[in-house]
């Protein structure tokens, strides 16, 4: 697929859009092309004997781009001898030699890994003495200008809609400068600070005039954790609040986008208004979705009117709207079930799962150790309950979420009920006693990642599950100590398909989060992706389905959803309790999020929320659902 820009509208799919935009099934792919894009100026650079100027984003969007550069480097020759290199910005005060600096965070995703000169990088710095930032800024821009200006500006975006730190207000017409962070841009650096209150509350960035000056722009955005500021910017009116709506104005300027960070885009949303579409089943159930959410009544509501003035009278062409309804009616009645494994010796033509065999082998994967209860605790209880034999397999340690003074509080209980133990608590409760940061001791870790274990079993021993057949899988990857974690290897892929195979599942549930590609969820859903493109040539595979759940945060489309499983009081209390055994993830935990509210909290809320949802489009009226879509490998 080409990136190259193209005037933003001029296509009818396109015409609410004002800033051109390609979209991508995948971030991975998305960078590869990016990375193409940019290997081929510095060449055509290197050809005519000039330097490349490459302004440069930090963040977890650009991290895959410069994989696939140093890639490029080492196995294709890509030199880097003629690139000149401008960051976009730095966090301040900052030291270089800090873990969180972008001087740290470029050196090792990039300028370690290739043949750059180490004289043409520059990334603002973040010690210099306060009272000379003006002086060094309007140097930084005399630099910039010395080269010729930026050939190729990369950028991401935040959820405030900044492009490098140019927040909320920012001029058009600014220039590299000190400014003050907003509260959520703060908040979504939290983890990599160990809580918002260690973030830096101001840094150096480069303008958006500076920007402007770029080229060419390019800005990734991946995650529907970005869907929204991602649409306000390409569809919305050029707005200080939105930063990167000054790119509207930008002639050279394109957004690569995922699936996922589109999905509020018109022409992914309601693709209806922007001409005709190609009616396949799952668009024909958005579609109707969408109607009953527009005017706020239920499937079987819906009248001829509100198609024809909704711009979806070309559904009308192949079958009544009374029929419409009453399919979309009949497609979410199905989906509904309290029997997640199968109801034995029924029509399952008319259910979401299988009648046979009536006992199944059921694998849970977690990516923490309490996704599992959190996001599906109901439907688990109902699996044991029924009768299946539930497995359940936590890919990661979690070891990283446990504070100190839960360590400390666990190490003291065991100093003071065995005095006479002969280990190193001592020392350890010495360090804990001293260090608000999380600590680079693999042996607190190692006891951090023990206390999630044994939560973790308070929890399945309550729902019912013997401890054989819960699984701690400890993933390579996540296994750093920090919250920077290293690529997913063979290893990774390797531990799950081993566990498949030896479980034979006629069920695998996984969690289907895909707000941010580097984050643990998604990770560890790729790496059971690519584990199920492995196996699925094998026999017992052929007998195996896979449902997708979602965290805490995020809730499936409601036309999305294969598989409803609704909640009593009494099963919403049982679930409740299952999450409480996850002591250390309660009350003040260490990645909280910007959402206050604790995480049984959360999760009991977007329960209701979506039984709500079922009840407004005319189902019955439960008390909470958990919902699934079916992953087809």
Request: hydrophobic content about 35%; some cysteine; aromatic content about 10%.
């Amino acid at each position: 697929m080409n990136i190259s820009y193209k005037s933003p509208g001029a296509l009818e799919q396109t015409r609410f859009e004002k800033i051109h935009s390609v979209i991508f099934e995948d971030s991975k792919k998305a960078s590869r092309i990016i990375a193409k894009e940019i290997s081929d100026l510095i060449i055509k650079k290197q050809k005519q004997d000039k330097n490349c100027v490459l302004g440069l984003a930090t963040g977890s969007s650009p991290i895959s781009v410069y994989q696939e550069l140093v890639k490029m480097h080492k196995e294709d020759g890509l030199s880097f001898r003629n690139v000149v290199s401008f960051n976009l910005d730095e966090y301040f005060p900052m030291t270089k030699k800090d873990i969180n600096s972008y001087h740290h965070f470029m050196n090792v995703h990039l300028f370690d890994h290739v043949d750059i000169d180490k004289k043409n990088i520059h990334i603002p710095d973040g010690n210099i003495k306060k009272e000379r930032i003006n002086e060094y800024c309007a140097e930084y821009e005399k630099k910039i200008a010395k080269q010729g200006g930026i050939d190729f500006q990369l950028l991401g975006i935040g959820r405030t809609g900044h492009i490098g730190f140019n927040e909320p207000g920012s001029n058009y017409d600014s220039l590299t400068r000190l400014v003050h962070l907003d509260y959520l841009t703060r908040n979504d650096a939290r983890k990599a600070f160990f809580g918002i209150e260690n973030v830096p509350t101001t840094a150096i960035t480069m303008g958006i005039k500076t920007i402007r000056k770029s080229k060419r722009i390019v800005l990734m955005a991946w995650g529907n954790n970005k869907s929204s500021v991602v649409q306000k910017a390409i569809e919305g009116n050029v707005d200080s609040n939105i930063s990167a709506s000054y790119l509207q104005n930008h002639k050279n300027a394109t957004f690569v986008l995922d699936r996922s960070a589109s999905e509020d885009l018109t022409r992914v949303k309601s693709p209806w208004r922007t001409g005709s579409s190609k009616w396949d089943e799952e668009l024909k159930a958005k579609a109707v979705a969408w109607l009953c959410e527009k005017t706020n009544k239920s499937i079987l509501n819906l009248t001829e009117s509100d198609y024809n003035e909704n711009n979806l009278s070309e559904l009308l062409m192949e079958k009544s709207y009374y029929d419409l309804n009453l399919d979309f009616y009949k497609r979410i009645h199905r989906s509904i079930t309290g029997w997640p494994g199968g109801k034995p010796d029924s029509d399952d033509k008319v259910r979401p799962e299988r009648s046979k065999p009536a006992k199944k082998r059921v694998l849970i994967f977690s990516p923490h150790p309490d996704d599992d209860v959190l996001s599906m605790g109901g439907t688990f209880d109902r699996l044991v309950s029924q009768g299946h034999e539930v497995h359940v397999a936590y890919q990661t340690s979690g070891n990283i979420a446990v504070s100190n003074s839960d360590v400390l509080r666990y190490l003291e209980v065991i100093n003071s009920t065995f005095p006479d133990c002969e280990c190193e608590n001592d020392e350890l409760i010495e360090i804990l006693k001293n260090s608000s940061d999380i600590i680079n001791n693999s042996r607190i870790r190692e006891i951090a990642a023990t206390i999630r274990e044994k939560e973790s079993l308070a929890a399945t021993r309550f729902i019912g599950i013997p401890d054989n057949q819960v699984h701690f899988l400890k993933l390579p990857f996540y296994e750093t100590g920090t919250v920077k974690k290293n690529i997913p290897t063979i290893d990774d892929k390797k531990i799950i398909s081993e566990t498949i195979t030896k479980i034979k599942p006629h069920q695998i549930y996984a969690a289907g989060d895909l707000a941010d590609p580097h984050g643990t969820h998604k990770v560890c859903l790729d790496i059971l992706f690519d584990s199920l493109k492995d196996l699925k040539s094998k026999t017992f595979m052929k007998d195996c389905w896979v449902w997708l759940y979602r965290g805490a945060w995020h809730e499936w489309p409601i036309h999305e959803i294969d598989m409803a499983v609704p909640m009593s009081p009494f099963q919403v209390l049982r679930k409740r309790k299952a999450i409480f055994y996850h002591q250390t993830q309660k009350d003040n935990v260490m990645f909280q999020g910007d959402d206050n509210r604790e995480f049984w909290v959360r999760t009991e809320d977007r329960n209701r929320a979506i039984a709500r949802k079922f009840r407004d489009i005319g189902m019955s009226d439960y008390t909470a659902i958990e919902t699934f879509k079916r992953y087809h490998f």
